[in-house]
């Protein structure tokens, strides 16, 4: 890994090059995801089977389209036990943080007669997408699905893309069905994101879709919001550790790493205070390297957008830290908790040496979908209050409202709706 | 106002004619603002100065775009007394009402070691848009700002576009100054809302954009959504009246008109179970709309998205209020407290035949910025959470790791990423 002088011009350098992975710069993908959306809005399940078959090389349709129960208790037994107990005790986890992000309906009532309050009421319906390809991705099931069910969302539409034998992989199909799904489809890409949006034949719309996915996922996703909501849109994974001299670089090295497996887009970077750190861990990175299984695509990544950026102060790189607002943020110093109440921007923050990012992405609790590519400066984590709303309650008496009539008249008023400050006024006619 | 009996055809029809007012669908302005979008992040000042004169007609440029000091305290002077106390009434209870929304950061710390928490950080920096035209709209600027205040926002840039002379209403300006803005930019449409997020020599890029707009700004939100945060995508207002045979009919079409005027697409719909109250409510509505000073406009918004819907029971109307999900919601029944308990959609709800829409606009306190156009099945109201962000936080002890690293292993490993487990093996590697 490059090690770099943090300073003023190498920290623009950094933080534009980052920003070119921003999904929203892809615009060469916007036509063609823009076109599978409109067309599976007029065609519906005729053009979902049409895209699966083109770009998933599967044959679906109607009848085969939806998971079944044979299919899932099947599904089931191929499972190797041990991986379905490690899923459960993650679950188990992941339900108790989530428990506790729950918020409540609350009233405030006072003696002239008025009651104001905020209702929270769960979505009816979301969606939520699975990524398909080589492996199967049974954590980022669980991390989507078990918010909406702690939320108490009544559907929850499972989509992901199905294999060209037409099957959905089992330890996929295990996790859905472990964490709550109410039923699942076999749809993937764009074609999956507008079809929950639209719905067809086969497939609800639903009122909201979550979950990570590629570039085409990504912009379909920005593509629909709106008709309805969606999370924050995912980009590549990155991970930033903030470490003085007290770390341990192979530790360091290998948290690093950890992100840049995911893909050659993704990003791994040391901000250290200390040039020593800065050299170990460049040692260590390198030698990990030779020997993961990844190693091509770690390699790739690291040139792409790998760098340890060597800081004059722990000032100057919690600055940083901030400006890059990195989607994971480990802070590996001899003061980990300090400095966290410096961080204003990331995504999901691990402290101290021994929590290691991966205890996030698999087992700790907090949700492992986090805001990527700086958007961690103005959203958050997955959570429950992503599959909840609030509606305002308003009541007042005729007394309290008596009271007040002329301020609300003389507003709207000033405002020229004058059927506004009518309303009221005829309440009041004599 | 045309009567209509409820039943499944014409509530398909009716929903179906709501959703034509659905700012997605203005695909024909798309490519206009992606180009104003475009030339004003590429060209910044010059782009924004440009734009400002050919829509506004207002000569504006580096020294005159920033609203002074001094132009703020001439506006405060030209305020009248007496609109001013009123505001400052709304205020107080504006902010007492958001106060309530505050949420706080919480940690969960348990004797093996480990530490889960979720920190709330407020954002660094957001835009508030508020509409010119020929009408002041401070309520707009009260709603939009005190959130933001309250959540603890440092930088709250707000945007309006100038008059053709230049200048900003004083009203809005008192408002903007009293709510909390700290730098005010003479700027509106699509131009402000590029402006904001991407910046320019003279405006400050923010993290997020919120308030209400035409159909330009609508779809400028769009556009830069990933970019920044927005609030929801705002649609013409609407109101949706459920009403048994209880309700006064003359405060009922009262209110419906109140949210006709605003324009042309706007939408007020009642659907009740009493044919009684169905006429007398079309009778009043017909001669209110007579005397109000924005007749042409009622009219207009009657003839399109104006219904009086019947319906043959009190689950059946709830059924449709569910599936319209309107933005403003009065419930004029017998039991309005019960029947609020079977709304699931709605983004204010005015209880009770005291309680008239505009004193939601104007002075109860929750915020009039809501989801219009069936998103309140999805969205909320904009709130004090919509300022603020999460960061998860976690920290594991040695121990607490080493009890389940073999588990974070296994569950990385199954997902084939092996430099994900690699980083949480070193730290037990004999």
């Not at 943080?97 to 309906?105: A, G, L, N, R, V």
């Not at 069910?149 to 989509?159: D, H, S």
């Given at each position: 890994m490059r090690i770099v002088a943090l300073d003023e011009n190498s920290k623009k350098d950094i933080l534009?090059?980052?920003?070119?992975?921003?999904?929203?710069?892809y615009t060469a993908y916007s036509d063609t995801v823009q076109e599978i959306v409109d067309t599976v809005k007029r065609d519906r399940d005729a053009a979902v089977f049409s895209y699966t078959e083109q770009f998933?090389?599967?044959?679906?349709?109607?009848?085969?389209?939806?998971?079944?129960?044979?299919?899932?208790?099947?599904?089931?037994?191929e499972v190797e036990p041990g991986l379905l107990e490690v899923m459960k005790r993650s679950m188990k986890n992941i339900?108790?943080?989530?428990?506790?992000?729950?918020?409540?309906?609350?009233?405030?009532?006072?003696?002239?007669?008025?009651?104001l309050g905020q209702k929270i009421t769960a979505l009816s319906s979301v969606g939520v997408y699975v990524p398909g390809g080589k492996a199967a991705y049974p954590s980022s099931v669980l991390m989507n699905i078990i918010p909406a069910?702690?939320?108490?969302?009544?559907?929850?539409?499972?989509?992901t893309p199905p294999g060209r034998d037409?099957?959905?992989?089992?330890?996929?199909l295990t996790a859905a069905h472990l964490a709550g799904a109410t039923e699942v489809y076999k749809v993937g890409g764009a074609q999956a994101i507008a079809a929950l949006a639209f719905g067809t034949e086969s497939i609800p719309r639903v009122n909201k879709i979550v979950g990570p996915g590629n570039i085409f996922v990504a912009l379909a996703k920005k593509a629909v919001y709106g008709h309805v909501s969606i999370d924050s849109i995912a980009g590549p994974s990155e991970i930033l550790v903030l470490a003085d001299e007290s770390a341990n670089p192979r530790f360091v090295a290998a948290?690093?790493?950890?992100?840049?497996?995911?893909?050659?887009?993704?990003?791994?970077?040391?901000?250290?205070?200390?040039?020593?750190?800065?050299?170990?861990?460049?040692?260590?990175?390198?030698?990990?390297?030779?020997?993961?299984?990844r190693s091509e695509i770690i390699q790739k990544s690291l040139d792409n957008y790998g760098y340890i950026l060597v800081a004059?102060?722990?000032a100057d790189a919690l600055e940083t830290v901030n400006e890059i607002a990195p989607e994971h943020l480990e802070i590996v110093t001899k003061n980990p908790f300090e400095d966290m109440t410096r961080v204003k921007n990331a995504g999901a923050i691990f402290i101290g040496e021994y929590s290691s990012e991966p205890l996030g992405d698999y087992f700790a609790g907090p949700n492992h979908v986090l805001p990527t590519n700086g958007t961690a400066k103005f959203f958050s984590?997955?959570?429950?209050?992503?599959?909840?709303k609030k509606s305002s309650i308003i009541y007042y008496s005729k007394d309290a409202l008596e009271a007040i009539h002329e301020d609300i008249e003389a507003f709207a008023e000033a405002e020229q709706l004058t059927a506004h400050a009518n309303s009221v006024r005829v309440r009041f006619e004599k």
């Open positions: 534009a090059d980052l920003l070119k992975r921003d999904p929203n710069n998933d090389h599967a044959v679906i349709d109607a009848s085969t389209i939806r998971v079944t129960k044979e299919e899932i208790e099947e599904a089931m037994r339900r108790a943080f989530h428990e506790k992000q729950k918020t409540y309906s609350w009233f405030d009532s006072k003696p002239d007669g008025t009651i069910e702690v939320a108490g969302v009544e559907k929850i539409v499972m989509v037409g099957k959905v992989n089992p330890v996929t948290d690093l790493l950890s992100q840049a497996e995911h893909d050659e887009l993704a990003s791994a970077i040391l901000v250290t205070t200390s040039m020593d750190l800065a050299k170990k861990v460049s040692e260590e990175a390198k030698q990990f390297t030779k020997e993961l299984s004059d102060s722990m984590p997955l959570n429950v209050d992503d599959f909840v």
